[in-house]
């Protein structure tokens, strides 16, 4: 939270503070994701559930889109096959970087209760996308889903925004040590 | 109709061209990840075919590969948002293979659930079917009175949405003391939603003129299709399994099977299917204050809960029950082992979907959306 | 009407095409017929009127080892009556009448059971794979089936 603790305290004279262009970019950033919903299994209930006015997940920010050439993240909310597999892979694709993808549920993280006999059940969806935060749970509760966005958040602000490289690296080391 | 009659003529006779379009598989109003192939002409609809299957999660491998008590959670994970309804005629068949008897207290509870779940069900149905006609507002009042629903079951069962509480031959967990208070408080509050939301959606002039006279489905067709529940019962015809084909305890309760009767347009269009579900949620309350009232205070809900679980060998059954969505039934095959041979799930929304291409043809785009959602459907029982 | 009651009916009418019946607790009673004659069986159960069954409940596949098994339960709104009709097929040439066309329902059972255990059904319009991809080899639903190694370049097993 660099920038904000920085408003605490402004230097005399009022209006100006100091900080990082980085830190101000990331925190409007985070304050406004929008994301491409994946609903695809039962987590897309409780995902529904979020989304209404007990939970109200548009409090952070965040507004549902169709289309995934606008949206910041991905939330995969299910049980992938494989008959799907092929076109979250093509939908990733088309996000703009910087993109980021939530896992929600057990199934999308390691297979679920289908990891066994699941012959059509891809066991996790980070062999074929990366992914950033992961939510257990069958399904997991509304709360849960908005820890992971909470996550997603900090993830967000701390993230080295002019050193692009940094998150290629990243992005190379994670694909390494799953697939 | 006449309108979209009219509409048709007019492009009859104009030469155009045809365009194929592809709905899904990822789309917000196609209820989960199914895929429709449509071919349109103008804004016509001439063919629907359905692509299905991006939820196959081999259900029925995981039965033959589980034993008896393990496949109740797998069972859960077929109509999501219905899972108490699931798992009873699955319980059901096995306990009739296995000829036990189950305790007084259980079926009551076990009534008491799976009406709550069913109005839970049909409360996300309409909410849905709202939002696809652009109505926003009952899907946030649906799902604030839904949470009080759930809140009940979590307390019972320690889940929200997938509870694992109908065991073989009694419940997971019995009830908390202050449960009869708080389903009487519940039946209360979803009362008093679907009043407003008669006013706000139903009877909402838009409202009709969007739904109504599209998407006819003729008794006889809903019948070959085998189609049923609402959406069978949207056509008239008066049918439901609790009644007709009577299992458990449903025969000491006093309730009407609301049918579908062309009130603002003709028989068995969208409307009707819609209508049967908002009455079918009035019925429930009626349910569950009688079977609160007769319900024993006493009682050991795992007392018929079998040490052994091995049904004879050769010994098969097909047992169906009335789903939120229709009839869903459990094929079970037993070979004498603790694992079954075969457990065969008749998904209701799969056999509903299939008479999806015939009830679109000729209406616009539009009304197609409209027309997949007032079957219903979840894609987790479809491909299962 | 009785179970014993709607195959003396069928017995009389298809003689040999008729195998076996069976009624014992706490099974559903069922009538085991010859695959090639179930199209006529099965027309003649929906359409005579003292049967009636104008209701498919559902129709299912079996793997029994040697032989693959198909199980139709069907019921009737008028006359509130079920009945179970099975039969077998070889697995080398597992083929038979569809039924498609007497109920429009068994369109998408006969293509899942196609799908899943490969019978062919004989008369079906469009007979493809409907849960599976188009192009996934086997059919899993039988006993000996091994899982893919890979598909699509992703990893199958855990």
Redesign the interface.
Known sequence: MGLLNRLDDPFEGGGIILGKVEDLLNWGRSKSDWYL??????C???F??LN???FDFMRFGTI?R?SPRQADFIMIT??V?L??AD?IKI?YEQMSEPKYVISIGSCSNCGG??W??????LKGIDRIIPVDVYVPG??P?PEAMEEGMIKLQKLIREQALFNGKDRIEELEAKKALKI | MNETKKIQLEYSQMESDRMRLNVG????STH??LRLEVEIDGEIVTEVIPH???????F???C??MTYPQVI??VD?LD??SAMNNEWPYVMAVE??L?IKVPEKVEYIRVIMAELNRIANHQ?AVATFGLDAGAFTP???F??D??YI?WIMEKCSGA???FNYFWIGGLAHDVYPSFKQEVLDAIKQVRKTNAEVMNLLIYNKIFIDRTANIGILPAD?A????CSGPTLRGSG?K?DLRK??TYSIYNRFDFNIPVGKGEVGQLGDCWDRNIVRMYEMEESCKIIEQAVAQMPDTGDVKEAIPAKLRP?K?????Q?AENPKG?L?F?V?SNGTEKPD?I?A?GTS??NL?VLPVISKGYMFADLILILGSIDIV??EV?? | MLANEIYEILKKEFGDGILEFKEEA???PYISVEPSKIFDICHTLRDSSELMF?????L????LGESLGI?Y?LYS?KH?HKI?IKTTVPKETPTLPSVMHL???A??HEREAFD?YGMIFSGHDNLI?????YDWEGY??R?DYNEPEEYHGMRVPY
């Open positions: 919903h994946f609903g695809l299994a039962c897309a209930i409780e529904m559930a209404a006015s007990h549902p169709t299910g049980t096959t008959k799907m076109r939908l209760p289908y066994e006999h699941g012959y059509h059940v069958c399904p509760r | 598989p990822q789309h917000p989960g990840v299905i299957g991006y939820l196959h999660r081999c029925e491998k995981h033959e590969k959670p797998y994970r999501y948002i009739k293979l000829e996300i899907f946030l009042y799902f604030r839904r949470e759930l929200r949405l997938l067709v019948i070959n299709y085998a015809v049918w007709d084909d004879p050769g010994a098969e059954i097909y169906r009839e039934g094929y095959v075969r065969k008749r799969f056999v299939s894609l987790g491909d299962r | 706490p099974s559903d104008d209701y498919l409940m559902c299912s596949g079996l793997d199980v339960h709104f509130t179970v109920w429009r329902t369109d998408w899943l794979r409907i849960l599976l991809p899993p639903m006993k």
